[in-house]
């Protein structure tokens, strides 16, 4: 999310001056072209640092000249799966209560915490933003100790967004694992079946409407608002697979109830069986066109195996004036550019 708000806030022209604090070099980041031109920027400023530690979150907010900064969006946070309370603990809750208080301490006109729709309970019926609260993955869980935290803090000028599955260049974790489990697929000549079923959502937002969002809630959102981000395509899993289908000419199915809640038993054994099959496939095929250093993985965590939609109510926030550029949900040309921007950088195999 990040380098795609770098970009929008350079291509805005709104703004003066724009610091992003991260522990990864932007050289080491997997910058595909127009990320990396936003970056060189006259007016983003890149520091290095450690967001866990409160003196260096000082450091980071500090101006040479004095001036203080308007605006801070926490996009900063753990994001992979199936890691352990301590590190969520640390790198997701502690590191938000750390950032905000500083905000707080410098008078930043409005905080951003881009939080996750995850922290809603997994029914098929789309949460609205008073919705039951639920998290399903660890993650989420500490997604929201963080939201209760930062309102706890007197004082602090606080937004909370809460994307669902975010969708678009540079996406890793979102919908890129069925991609990248499709193209193995492909090159095993095999049917790709998903757990559950056809109607399972996993609803999404482009993370062009995302950044337009963030900018929205940082000059206009009055303090203490939560919003959701969905589009209206009530995304779920036949809908995906359809593009997936398209793009890379592949048969595609469900295991359905029966069979899934027999695996339901035992998912950590079918979780490992699955990234057995997928890993060394998808190693192979990344040989076999000569790349060697990718951050692509087809590899899926138990926690996102469980029967859980993510069906979220994204409509609250078009009240405000906000209009998604992209209601309808991903297209194939979606999943095409997200597939050419790995693609440019050799980091996904050329086929499609």
């Not at 801070?72 to 502690?94: I, P, S």
């Not at 209560?97 to 729709?117: D, M, N, P, W, Y």
């Not at 000028?157 to 193209?183: E, F, K, N």
């Not at 919003?227 to 398209?246: F, G, I, M, R």
Request: proline content about 5%.
């Amino acid at each position: 999310m990040g380098r795609n708000l770098v970009k929008y806030l350079v291509d805005s022209g709104q703004v003066g001056y724009v610091r992003v604090i991260d522990k990864v070099l932007p050289a080491t980041a997997f910058l595909g072209t127009p990320h990396a031109e936003a970056f060189s920027n006259p007016i983003v400023e890149y520091r290095q640092g450690n967001l866990t530690s409160a003196a260096s979150i000082n450091k980071c907010f500090t101006i040479d000249d004095g001036s203080k900064f308007d605006y801070v969006v926490n996009l900063a946070a753990e994001t992979r799966y199936g890691q352990t309370e301590e590190v969520y603990a640390e790198k997701v809750l502690d590191l938000s209560v750390k950032c905000a208080t500083e905000a707080l301490k410098q008078g930043v006109k409005k905080f951003i915490e881009v939080s996750h729709a995850q922290v809603y309970a997994a029914d098929k019926k789309a949460s609205s933003e008073d919705g039951k609260l639920s998290p399903w993955t660890n993650l989420a869980k500490y997604k929201l100790k963080a939201e209760e935290a930062l309102k706890e803090m007197k004082g602090l000028p606080l937004v909370i967004l809460r994307p669902a599955i975010v969708y678009g260049l540079g996406d890793i974790s979102g919908l890129s694992p069925r991609i990248i489990t499709a193209a193995v697929y492909k090159h095993l000549d095999d049917k790709m079946k998903f757990l559950w079923s056809d109607d399972l959502r996993i609803n999404t937002v482009h993370i062009d409407d995302v950044c337009k969002a963030i900018w929205l809630a940082c000059t206009t959102f009055p303090p203490g608002t939560v919003y959701n981000l969905a589009d209206d395509a009530d995304t779920n899993q036949a809908k995906v697979n359809k593009l997936l289908e398209e793009i890379f000419a592949i048969k595609t199915g469900f295991l359905g109830s029966v069979v899934s809640n027999l695996a339901k038993l035992n998912l950590k054994s079918v979780a490992e069986e699955a990234n057995d099959k997928h890993l060394k496939p998808w190693s192979d095929l990344c040989k076999q066109y000569n790349i060697t250093n990718t951050p692509l993985t087809p590899y899926i965590d138990q926690e996102l195996l469980y029967n859980n939609s993510l069906s979220v109510d994204g409509s609250a926030i078009t009240k405000t004036g906000f209009k998604y550029d992209h209601p309808n949900g991903p297209t194939v040309d979606d999943f095409k550019q997200m597939i050419a921007y790995f693609v440019k950088q050799n980091l996904f195999p050329p086929v499609v």
